[in-house]
């Protein structure tokens, strides 16, 4: 909850609006895209290394808690240092980078902990339970965070994310305290993991298919929250787009957090392979039908099918890569599922910016190509899923 708070307000609001506040323009797009590409970056190879880290080396009293706890710590440094430097582009920068390494340090070592403690025929149900604290955590982002940013009080956002993160972090530390056991060496030194993050050993047929797959769904979604505000503002007109993101925010969420809850249950009854397949064309539909409707309330209607299709696809993703994760290298091979969702973070927003850019003179024109564009990577997917195990 408190990783995704801070991770959608950076995405959907804060990114945004300190890049307009500190160039004084609204173009903006494709520096944003890369902000957002060398912060994520960086995020996934730190989310790497210290999964496999996590795996091989504990320190202090545990396995994964140590390093959640770390993570937070550094993250909320990084969000203090952002709010010293929000005015200066490099300052954006630095501190983006700084929050996506110290947030992805945690999400390394909490990741694993579905394949770690979790049966399986329960992993659905946990990858929905876990869905549901995700998206609270978007809401609050979406929803106090575009309250707090609308209302110019930028620094109170700020401070209120890294309080929640904190205590997030101290909640899944505590609450994993007994199962949290200390490995002992590997004797694998600091280099030698690094490089081990490169050596998958092909112990687990399909998952890497899985991988692709993922990436390409995320990478039809994850990347739009960026460009969200603008949108609202240059296409749809609206005065105060902030309040827009936060408004579709609410609806979107709800039913994200539907979709993830009740689908991440049933897939442990029913099979997951299926309920992929469905996720991935109802969120490409939805995404290619957006340019033809330019109106608020359309976009709210099509915006919950989408919504629906990505808690669908996050929980029941998840909970099948926690199924072909190899135990002895649950956190190197949750890092790899990771880069479905890190790495198409990453490049999303950077793929889509040069778009954008590209059509700066008109905006209507470059989303009309983004959306087009966004849905054709849902149904790109469907051939890595077909390789996937279906049992």
């Known amino acids: 909850m408190g990783t995704n708070y801070l991770w959608i307000s950076f995405e959907s609001l804060i990114l ?12 903006t797009s494709l520096l944003l895209g890369l902000i957002a590409f060398t912060g994520i970056s960086v995020g996934v190879v730190v989310s790497l290394f210290f999964g496999v880290l996590s795996d091989n080396r504990s320190i202090l009293w545990g396995k994964r808690g140590p390093y959640i706890i770390i993570g937070a710590v550094a993250a909320v440094i990084s969000i203090g240092l952002d709010i010293l430097l929000q005015n200066y582009i490099y300052g954006i920068l630095l501190g983006y980078i700084f929050v996506q390494t110290g947030t992805n340090v945690s999400s390394a070592a909490y990741q694993p902990l579905f394949r770690d403690l979790v049966p399986e025929d329960q992993r659905g149900l946990a990858s929905g339970i876990n869905g549901i604290y995700t998206l609270l955590g978007n809401a609050l982002g979406l929803g106090l965070s575009g309250f707090l940013m609308s209302a110019r009080m930028d620094t109170l956002a700020l401070a209120l994310m890294a309080v929640t993160l904190l205590a997030t972090a101290v909640i899944t530390t505590h609450t994993i305290r007994h199962e949290d056991t200390p490995v002992h060496g590997s004797g694998i030194s600091l280099p030698g993991m690094f490089l081990d993050i490169f050596n998958p050993g092909g112990k687990s047929e399909g998952f890497f298919w899985l991988v692709g797959s993922a990436f390409l769904v995320f990478l039809g979604v994850t990347g739009l929250s960026f460009f969200e505000l603008y949108y609202f503002k240059d296409v749809l007109g609206s005065p105060d787009p902030a309040e827009l993101v936060a408004i579709s925010g609410v609806f979107v969420l709800i039913f994200s957090a539907i979709g993830t809850a009740i689908f991440g249950f ?16 109802m969120g490409g539909t939805a995404t290619a039908l957006i340019p033809f409707f330019p109106e608020f309330d359309i976009f709210v209607i099509l915006g919950i099918f989408i919504a629906t299709a990505y808690g669908i696809y996050f929980s029941v993703s998840k909970a099948l890569a926690s199924d072909l994760s190899p135990r002895e290298d649950a956190g190197k091979y949750m890092a790899y599922f990771n880069i479905g969702i890190g790495g198409s973070s990453a490049f999303s927003p950077l793929f889509y910016g040069i778009i954008l850019d590209h059509f700066s003179s008109d905006y209507h024109m470059g989303f009309t190509y983004l959306f087009e564009v966004a ?17």
């Open 375 to 391: 849905a054709s990577f849902y149904f790109f997917s469907l051939i890595l899923l077909a390789l996937v195990p279906r049992k």
């Open 16 to 27: 945004p609006i300190q890049l307009d506040n500190a160039t004084g323009n609204g173009s």
């Open 266 to 281: 049933l897939s442990d009854r029913y099979g997951r392979w299926k309920m992929l397949l469905a996720a991935s064309l």
